[in-house]
């Protein structure tokens, strides 16, 4: 049980790239903090940094309130589950989640009970005596989560763990991996790409890019109020809208149309270019009528394409500065590829954006 | 590639018969001949099929062999080629798994230097180099020993490199894994990357033996006492007897049991041989 500390954690390679710009992060014991963004956002070299697979260039990395920096990973008292699973071909399952343990110099009928426990806690027992490859995906994958299991460290750390897994396995395995970190009350790291798998599994939730954090805290604060467009962008499944407007004595109006809305009255001190957003699920097709009216933003248009999921369709469409708009409609939508139409969306829900810095208003 | 075609099995199955009977038509003269008298090759005409003369010819050959022509009974000459074929093979493999290991797995200064230098000593094999090591050899006294046999022909850049390509393909991830299980250099080396070379290792340790089998120049150099001689060299000494006929049913005798330790070799380890030379999965 531990917590991990980053303070003003950087990472420059040789080469002179910045993969990570200082980094100030805090997670509490037993909680499990969640790494997402795009590839190359700095997401798997911060966690190799506290795993120790990778130099710190700037900073302090803390593990338990004790700086690590200088620490080999075996000292580091974590275990980490590799995105391949990096489990030993040549070793019985029993062996790969031993062997951490031998070299610890562990006794061995404390191994032997600490890897049966482990076996027992992830359904494994039977194969115990098995080589990594006469297993399946989800196997393998529950054993090296075992691996990690059996040293009992103060942090897990996931790189991608379920990225190789198909998609019905993936979402299974995600379930099963809360509710073990739950009953383990281990203090997690978990690096991912996929930002359902980062909404669901978060106690925290950091979205990266670029080599900075752009946005700290739960998955639904971070859903409902993205501080940047890119968190707003990045997190939502079709992601938010982000449409051009400007700003001015308190009313919005899109840009290159004459669509416009009263902002709400603790909003009206804003003037200038924006971005505004509107989750898809916030849109509606409005019914003829075209008055905007003060309280909502109505806003013609083209429809480019539906794709319909089962319980929903998602509707692609242009609005007349040529930003895509998608909206998520319930059930079976027909609608023809350049039909014109009129969307609408109550002010309340409309997310405002700086135009220049991108962060939010 | 499946064809079903008849007139293509025939044809392929013709190939390989006459690529067998190619291969294997020396040998089994050489057998012929080492069943046969000591006047039966007179006439110049070769005898197809086995004499009757084989216990006595094996028999001369392994307990007296050919005084006249200064090579000792085959036994100790085996003995020689084998320390000195295995010598080699072990050492080689020795040798290059651990420059390998450190080329792949350690940043240090002139390390790509370091690799090409090795590869560059490709082009210098012991037949080009061999009058320095000759002095080298002979100035360390290692003339008439088995280091002298087996130590100026154990540094191998083909192995080298071969176990180069093969760490090459295990994934990084292991040797990360098995950092954080605690794992130092030499523990990941021993306990992870020697077991997943182990088919390597064998075909390689295959080739290498018939390679340290098949030396002959260099044991010629360095071996002048009869105690030290190897069995290609024995071979050698019997042909090029002066004032007589060479003896052709002793050498073909020595021959074919010089031929036996390799073919053994290939047999025990054939397995891992195929094996370690076709498989990638890691």
Not at chain 1, 53 to 76: H, Q
Not at chain 1, 197 to 207: G, I, N, S
Not at chain 2, 73 to 96: D, E, H, Q, R, T
């Amino acid at each position: 049980m531990a917590s991990v500390t980053l303070s003003d954690v950087g990472k420059i390679y040789p080469g002179g790239v910045e993969a990570v710009k200082s980094i100030d992060l805090e997670i509490a014991d037993g909680s499990l903090c969640v790494l997402v963004g795009p590839s190359g956002c700095g997401k798997s070299t911060l966690l190799r940094m506290v795993a120790g697979l990778e130099t710190v260039t700037g900073g302090t990395v803390s593990i338990d309130g004790a700086p690590v920096n200088d620490r080999e990973p075996a000292e580091r008292d974590i275990a980490m589950v590799f995105q391949n699973y990096a489990l030993y071909p040549h070793m019985s399952v029993y062996d790969n989640m031993a062997y951490g343990l031998r070299n610890r110099g562990t006794a061995k009928p404390e191994i032997d009970r600490k890897v049966r426990e482990a076996a027992r806690l992830l359904a494994i027992e039977p194969m115990l005596q098995r080589k990594p490859r006469q297993l399946s995906g989800g196997q393998r994958q529950r054993v090296a989560m075992g691996r990690a299991i059996v040293r009992d460290p103060k942090v897990f750390l996931f790189d991608e763990p379920l990225s190789n897994l198909d998609a019905k396995l993936r979402v299974q395995m995600r379930i099963e991996l809360k509710r073990l970190q739950q009953r383990l009350g281990t203090t997690s790291i978990y690096v991912t790409h996929d930002q359902l798998e980062a909404m669901t599994l978060a106690d925290l939730l950091v979205v990266m890019n670029g080599g900075e954090i752009e946005q700290i805290g739960t998955a639904m604060e971070v859903y409902e109020r993205p501080q940047t467009t890119f968190v707003a962008s990045f997190i939502g499944s079709p992601p938010m809208n982000l449409v051009p407007a400007a700003v001015a004595d308190g009313v919005l109006r899109l840009t290159d149309s004459a669509a416009q809305v009263t902002l709400p009255a603790d909003r009206r001190g804003l003037s200038g270019a924006v971005i505004v957003g509107v989750r898809p699920e916030d849109l509606r097709i409005d019914g003829g009528s075209e008055t905007g009216g003060a309280e909502t933003l109505a806003f013609p248009v083209t429809v480019t394409g539906v794709e319909p999921i089962g319980a929903e369709s998602l509707l692609h469409s242009q609005t007349e500065s040529g930003a895509d708009v998608t909206v998520r409609l319930p059930g079976y939508a027909v609608h023809a590829a350049g039909a014109a139409m009129t969307l609408a969306a109550p002010a309340g829900k409309l997310h405002l954006f700086s135009a220049d810095t991108g962060r939010r208003l | 590639m499946v064809e079903r075609r008849p007139f293509l099995t025939v044809l392929t199955h013709l190939t390989l018969i006459l690529g067998v009977a190619f291969v294997a038509l020396p040998v089994w003269i050489a057998f012929v001949a080492s069943t046969h008298g000591a006047h039966d090759f007179i006439s110049g005409l070769m005898p197809l099929w086995p004499g009757d003369q084989m216990v006595k010819n094996y028999w001369q050959v392994l307990s007296q062999g050919e005084s006249t022509a200064g090579a000792p009974p085959i036994g100790l000459m085996l003995f020689n080629s084998s320390v000195m074929a295995l010598g080699i093979a072990v050492g080689k493999i020795a040798v290059s798994l651990l420059s390998a290991f450190a080329i792949v797995y350690f940043r240090f200064p002139f390390r790509i230097a370091a690799f090409w230098v090795i590869f560059l000593t490709l082009m210098l094999p012991v037949e080009v180099r061999i009058l320095p090591t000759f002095e080298v050899a002979a100035s360390l006294g290692l003339l008439n020993s088995y280091s002298g046999l087996i130590l100026p022909l154990i540094a191998s850049a083909t192995a080298t490199f071969l176990f180069r390509q093969v760490f090459l393909t295990i994934p990084e991830e292991l040797a990360e894994a098995s950092r954080i299980d605690g794992a130092g250099p030499m523990k990941f080396f021993r306990d992870i990357l020697i077991p997943l070379s182990r088919t390597n290792i064998a075909a390689l340790f295959v080739i290498l033996f018939i390679y340290g089998w098949n030396q002959y120049l260099w044991p010629l150099l360095v071996t002048t006492d009869a105690s030290h001689y190897t069995a290609v060299m024995g071979i050698q000494r019997m042909v090029a007897v002066p004032d007589s006929e060479p003896l052709w049913h002793l050498i073909m005798a020595t021959a074919i049991l010089a031929m036996l330790p390799p073919v053994l070799v290939i047999l025990v380890m054939q397995r891992l041989f195929v094996r370690g030379l076709i498989e990638q999965e890691k």
